[in-house]
């Protein structure tokens, strides 16, 4: 039987609603289309109820029965809509409607606030939800959350969550992370051991941003020892600090140099043989970044388990090299000179991955290394690049075909960083430029002309800009 459907047209409420959903799709012939409902109308209640997520909403309709309510903004008509098992066939322009909550901690080493001027404005956003964290695998602290809201997780079984926990020294934890006491709602919610252990019904994946002299050597150790020992954690990722050259009146932090990498990579390598034996899981993985900034081979993909911490740069190097290759043609029909851009990080690793390319007779291949000019030098992977990168270090026409990393570009679209697009690049250049590949063989059919690539980041690595493009900021 169709769900019931009505529209009317009634003044708005006079208590104006504390967050809407804007709707940016209807599906054509669903209750909500029926209901005269559009793209730019807004969800204002579901069973009498305002719901600040996508969560609240799709519980909601779990109960069987929903009764909806929705508003032109621009007309003032409105829509009341009934459903017994159906979906409305709504589809909001973001996941949040309350809006994203924001961090409460003034890291030493945090992203945002080295962020140099002229970016999207997503950059800048410092975000610490644990709805985006369920929802898109996006880090968090904790430090923020109230009681209602680790009772939600709890009684949602918002499972899993991704939580940043640095260290689980609490003392170096707080002096790391230096949380601003107003914006703190609960003052448990620092103890990251008290954290884990309330939540101990949900699974949690973890990380660990490694800061020379603070949280690595023996702090390490001690935090691996405790994760390890709490049944909820699934794995830890050990992931190198991340800096730029635009750091004011910030703490002294540096990067890791080669040796404290190899430091790194010999504890962890250690732990995770322990682990295999006691537990049959390596459980605490490491950056690719680890492994090139020590000169090190990377381990085999059988190593990475699956690649489960892989959008945190867990493996990431080692997927994309993976893929088999295609045949190669003994020769191009016509001569093609072909420029592969990526950080300096990464540019040794695909020099070597494209060398069979260069026994094709008529392509010129070359591996184009970019100095990061906008984040600084110190910023060496390719997903932090930005257009005004590129146009300073490639000339117009030097190429018949430049091929860009995806992992530069916004999620979905042809957008850099600085808001440059592929089609202003190939203005200001006067060359065809693309995207390389999400895997070595995609890279090889877009050099051979054999075919284009999608835009999920992936070769020439940055877990910052994964987060960016898949909306985690």
Not at 47 to 54: A, H, I, L, T, Y
Not at 172 to 187: E, G, N, Q, S, T
Request: net charge negative; glycine share 8%.
């Amino acid at each position: 039987m169709p769900p019931a459907a009505r529209t009317t047209h009634r003044p708005s409420d006079p208590a104006e609603p504390p967050f809407v959903a804007p709707v940016r799709e209807v599906a054509p012939g669903s209750p909500a289309a029926l209901a005269g409902i559009a793209a730019g109308w807004e969800l204002v209640r579901i069973n009498g109820q305002w719901v600040p997520d996508v969560l609240a909403y799709r519980r909601e309709l779990e109960r069987g029965r929903a009764v909806l309510e929705a508003r032109d903004p621009a007309s003032g008509a409105t829509a009341v809509v009934d459903v017994d098992w159906e979906d409305p066939g709504l589809e909001f322009e973001d996941v949040i409607f309350d809006g994203l909550r924001l961090c409460a901690n003034k890291c030493e080493f945090c992203y945002v606030h080295q962020m140099p001027k002229g970016f999207r404005k997503s950059l800048y956003t410092m975000d610490d939800d644990y709805r985006t964290s369920f929802l898109y695998g996006s880090f968090v602290t904790l430090t923020n959350l109230t009681e209602e809201d680790v009772a939600r997780i709890l009684d949602e079984h918002l499972s899993p969550l991704y939580v940043s926990v640095h260290t689980a020294d609490e003392q170096l934890r707080a002096d790391m992370m230096k949380w601003w006491r107003l914006k703190v709602k609960d003052p448990a919610a620092t103890s990251i051991r008290g954290m884990i252990e309330r939540l101990e019904p949900i699974d949690l994946f973890t990380q660990v941003v490694a800061v020379p002299g603070r949280n690595d050597g023996a702090a390490l150790d001690a935090t691996l020892e405790y994760l390890a020992s709490r049944p909820n954690v699934q794995a830890v990722a050990v992931v190198p600090v991340g800096l730029t050259d635009h750091r004011r009146n910030l703490p002294d932090v540096r990067t890791l140099t080669a040796a404290e990498a190899e430091d790194l990579i010999v504890r962890v390598e250690a732990f995770q043989r322990r682990m295999l034996r006691e537990k049959g899981t390596r459980f605490a993985f490491l950056s690719d970044e680890l492994y090139l900034v020590a000169g090190r081979p990377l381990p085999a993909a059988e190593a990475y388990e699956g690649f489960v911490m892989l959008e945190n740069g867990v493996g990431m190097v080692r997927d994309f090299l993976e893929a088999p290759l295609p045949a190669l043609p003994e020769r191009l029909d016509a001569p093609r000179r072909v420029l592969l851009a990526t950080g300096r990080l990464f540019g040794p690793v695909l020099e070597r991955a494209v060398a069979p390319l260069r026994a094709v007779a008529g392509l010129e291949l070359e591996v184009r290394p970019l100095t990061n000019k906008s984040f600084g030098a110190v910023t060496t992977v390719a997903g932090l690049l930005a257009g005004r990168d590129v146009l300073t270090q490639v000339a117009p026409g030097e190429a018949d075909l430049l091929l860009l990393s995806p992992s530069m570009l916004k999620y979905g679209t042809e957008t850099l960083l600085d808001d440059r697009t592929l089609d202003d690049l190939r203005r200001d250049l006067g060359t065809r430029v693309e995207v390389g590949g999400t895997n070595l063989a995609e890279l090889f059919a877009s050099v051979l002309g054999a075919g284009g690539a999608t835009a999920r980041p992936q070769f020439g690595f940055s877990t910052h800009a994964v987060k960016e493009a898949s909306g985690q900021h």
